[in-house]
């Protein structure tokens, strides 16, 4: 009996086995992932005429440098940046916060999470379309100002303000999604560690930051990386309080909604996908920068 061969012949029975197994997800990562970003490279590399009849005429890289005298594209990547550099860390701030307090056992804590998780579970649009009536010049949040002192702003209308709007919004919204993160990770920190930083005189200012606080390094590199990807694609907030214009004045432009624009606007395909390959460089560099600012942690 040659063994060899048999067992040749079992591995290879195992090997298809697994393939077949795994062929629907096969099918399903080539169908939706795989092959749109080739076929997004295609484009990238053509100028396409959609009226007519499809054509693709071959351009190169030029989409690619078209992107660089592009002011637009610039504004674009100013506004997105200046989104993403304040919402990641004041998000993923708040979030922590948020998540220790209710983790301290304070009275009624499963009704202060679901008050707080509400605005996770409750649709974009209907959030937007809320605080576009807060922040109307007659809104609440004026009024509230005037009443406080404060001065008032046209949040809708003034460029000064109107991606911060934005900010205020998506942070108090996207904030308790990672609380719920937080809050899963604090309870497996071993209860033993703060009784002993206790015993040893330890506040509870030190116990977060000497033993929460790097604990849970590998879920903060989570939530940050979540949290970047989130809001490089900030499209539907953007769209919805400039009527999908970018305004006023550009203000609230993103490179997403730039995409959409060049797309169903403009008709542009070719320019589009070259717009959405840089948008992806931007956020995997930027991951990978964070990666390495965690010393490379993974959950």
């Given at each position: 009996?040659?063994?060899?061969?048999?067992?040749?012949?079992?591995?290879?029975t195992?090997?298809?086995?697994?393939?077949?197994?795994?062929?629907?997800?096969?099918?399903?990562?080539?169908?939706?992932?795989?092959?749109?970003i080739?076929?997004?490279?295609?484009?990238?590399?053509?100028?396409?005429?959609?009226?007519?009849?499809?054509?693709?005429?071959?351009?190169?890289?030029?989409?690619?440098?078209?992107?660089?005298?592009?002011?637009?594209?610039?504004?674009?990547?100013?506004?997105?940046?200046?989104?993403?550099?304040?919402?990641v860390?004041?998000?993923?701030?708040?979030?922590?916060?948020?998540?220790?307090?209710?983790n301290?056992?304070?009275?009624?804590?499963?009704?202060?999470?679901?008050?707080?998780?509400?605005?996770?579970?409750t649709?974009?649009?209907?959030?937007?379309?809320?605080?576009?009536?807060?922040?109307?010049?007659?809104?609440?949040?004026?009024?509230?100002?005037?009443?406080?002192?404060?001065?008032?702003?046209?949040?809708?209308?003034?460029?000064?303000?109107?991606?911060?709007?934005i900010?205020?919004?998506?942070?108090?919204s996207?904030?308790?999604?990672?609380?719920?993160?937080?809050?899963?990770?604090?309870?497996d920190?071993?209860?033993k560690?703060?009784?002993?930083?206790?015993?040893?005189g330890?506040?509870?200012?030190?116990?977060?930051?000497?033993?929460?606080?790097?604990?849970?390094?590998?879920?903060?590199?989570?939530?940050?990386a979540?949290?970047?990807?989130?809001?490089?694609?900030?499209?539907?907030?953007?769209?919805?309080?400039?009527?999908?214009?970018?305004?006023?004045?550009?203000?609230?432009l993103?490179?997403?909604?730039?995409?959409y624009?060049?797309?169903?606007?403009?008709?542009?395909?070719?320019?589009?996908?070259?717009?959405?390959?840089?948008?992806?460089?931007?956020?995997i560099?930027?991951?990978?920068?964070?990666?390495?600012?965690?010393?490379?942690?993974?959950?």
């Amino acid at each position: 009996m040659n063994w060899r061969r048999i067992n040749r012949r079992w591995n290879l029975t195992e090997t298809l086995t697994g393939y077949i197994f795994m062929m629907p997800t096969i099918l399903v990562l080539g169908c939706f992932v795989i092959l749109p970003i080739f076929y997004a490279v295609f484009l990238s590399l053509h100028k396409v005429q959609l009226l007519g009849g499809i054509e693709y005429d071959f351009i190169g890289f030029r989409n690619f440098t078209r992107l660089v005298a592009d002011d637009r594209v610039g504004i674009a990547l100013r506004n997105t940046a200046e989104y993403v550099a304040i919402v990641v860390p004041s998000q993923t701030i708040l979030a922590l916060l948020l998540a220790v307090t209710l983790n301290s056992g304070i009275r009624g804590q499963n009704s202060w999470r679901i008050l707080f998780f509400l605005p996770t579970v409750t649709s974009s649009a209907v959030l937007t379309l809320i605080f576009m009536w807060i922040y109307n010049t007659d809104g609440l949040l004026n009024h509230v100002l005037a009443f406080v002192g404060l001065p008032t702003y046209n949040w809708l209308g003034d460029p000064d303000v109107a991606l911060k709007g934005i900010m205020i919004m998506n942070i108090w919204s996207t904030a308790p999604f990672y609380m719920v993160i937080y809050l899963a990770a604090l309870q497996d920190i071993p209860q033993k560690l703060y009784e002993a930083a206790e015993l040893d005189g330890a506040n509870l200012w030190q116990q977060f930051i000497y033993i929460t606080i790097p604990l849970l390094k590998p879920v903060t590199f989570f939530v940050v990386a979540i949290g970047i990807i989130g809001t490089f694609q900030l499209f539907d907030q953007s769209y919805i309080f400039s009527a999908g214009s970018g305004g006023p004045n550009n203000a609230t432009l993103t490179m997403v909604l730039l995409i959409y624009q060049a797309v169903f606007r403009n008709l542009q395909m070719g320019y589009a996908a070259a717009m959405a390959f840089l948008l992806a460089v931007i956020i995997i560099a930027v991951t990978l920068m964070q990666q390495r600012i965690f010393g490379g942690e993974r959950t």
